[in-house]
């Protein structure tokens, strides 16, 4: 059974940075697809950023580069930098993982089993 532990949210004003942490056990995640979501207040679930098994990744447009996504195997560790924070960033951030999923699904939020309890982010103007 994987766990998944989110970490590093908190507040901070627009234009800072935060780098969210999600520390997996359970398994090894180095054949897993991740993911990290988010969701606001009244807003459904937004897919952000996945990574595969080999690293190949990919961010939602809408985020236009201010965020990345990293693993490290070793450490069983998922991450996500974020920069150039704004207040519409402000959400709930989830991390995901599943042993495999379709190429043109990995930022749907149904594709994946395993969830984090979610770490909290909030950015004021």
Not at 17 to 40: H, I, T, V
Not at 102 to 114: A, Q, V
Request: aromatic share 10%; with cysteine; proline share 2%.
């Amino acid at each position: 059974q994987v766990q998944l532990v989110e970490s590093g949210g908190g507040s901070v004003q627009a234009g800072g940075s935060l780098r969210l942490s999600c520390a997996a056990s359970g398994a090894s995640l180095s054949n897993y697809c991740m993911a990290w979501f988010r969701q606001a207040p009244g807003k459904e679930r937004e897919g952000v950023a996945h990574i595969d098994s080999d690293g190949r990744s990919r961010h939602a447009k809408s985020l236009k580069g201010r965020f990345t996504i990293s693993r490290d195997d070793a450490t069983n560790t998922l991450y996500l930098q974020m920069n150039s924070l704004k207040p519409e960033d402000t959400a709930m951030y989830y991390c995901a993982a599943n042993f495999f999923v379709d190429r043109g699904k990995r930022l749907w939020g149904t594709e994946y089993s395993y969830w984090g309890q979610g770490t909290q982010v909030t950015v004021s103007s």
